[in-house]
């Protein structure tokens, strides 16, 4: 039986890189999803509307858990070769942009309606509207709740372990099935999380205080 040393512990360090690659892919592409489904969520065409609607409902009201199975497990029966990176990616994807989108689209109907009516007034078209006048303002409101929702999807990178992929939890679990160390391995990948995580709760706390300082002007 091996006993926790260096090796194992930069072992576990070095799983931080895929665990920060997987999130910077859920961040980059379910920011996409993120502005698209928030789009749609205010959109004056009900059938969009109602398409976002059931998006964000399906993936905010199934564990994220369940969703890395069904898309791990799912895609074989359905012919399609998929390898734990692709499925940790659009499954985490998919989920972030369902909660940034409901984000945002808060974000945005909290621009006073007299903005709206004000770009309306000036003939601008719809996307106009949104580009020029909206999205700048809500963009400012939605930097602080985007930035702890980061948090949550570093820390949800986690689950990524149970379909094999090797991140951060992964590591630890390897290292734990050759040292038998639990209490001391995982104190260490939790320590890991917090290193990353703590540093954006503060950087979101911080930004809220600003925001909130600010409208109360």
């Known amino acids: 039986m091996r006993t926790f040393g260096m090796p194992e512990f930069w072992f576990i360090l070095e799983a ?18 993120g502005l698209v489904v928030a789009l749609s969520r205010v959109s004056p065409l009900a059938w969009v509307r109602g398409v976002a609607t059931a998006f964000v409902q399906v993936f905010q ?13 799912g895609a074989p029966v359905l012919g399609l ?15 972030t942009a369902a909660f940034l989108g409901e984000i945002w689209r808060g974000c945005i109907q909290a621009i006073p309606r007299g903005q709206w009516e004000a770009a309306e007034a000036l003939n601008l078209s719809y996307a106009s509207r949104m580009k020029d006048v909206v999205l700048p303002q809500a963009w400012k409101i939605a930097v602080p709740p985007t ?3 980061l948090v949550q999807v570093i820390k949800g990178t986690s ?18 099935n050759a040292t038998f160390q639990p209490l001391l391995v995982f ?4 320590v890991i999380y917090f290193v990353m995580c703590w540093p954006l709760s503060l950087l979101a706390g911080r930004m809220e205080r600003r925001l909130s300082a600010a409208l109360s002007r």
């Open 159 to 176: 689950l990524a372990a149970i379909i094999g992929f090797t991140e951060i939890t992964r590591a630890g679990q390897i290292v734990n």
């Open 61 to 73: 009201g199934t564990p994220l858990l369940l969703q890395l199975f069904l898309i791990f497990f």
């Open 81 to 95: 070769d998929i390898n734990p990176w692709v499925a940790a990616g659009v499954a985490l994807s998919l989920n």
């Open 16 to 33: 931080a890189k895929w665990t920060l690659a997987l999130s910077a892919i859920a961040i980059l592409f379910g920011g996409l999803g």
């Open 187 to 190: 104190s260490v990948v939790a």
């Open 147 to 149: 930035v702890g929702y």
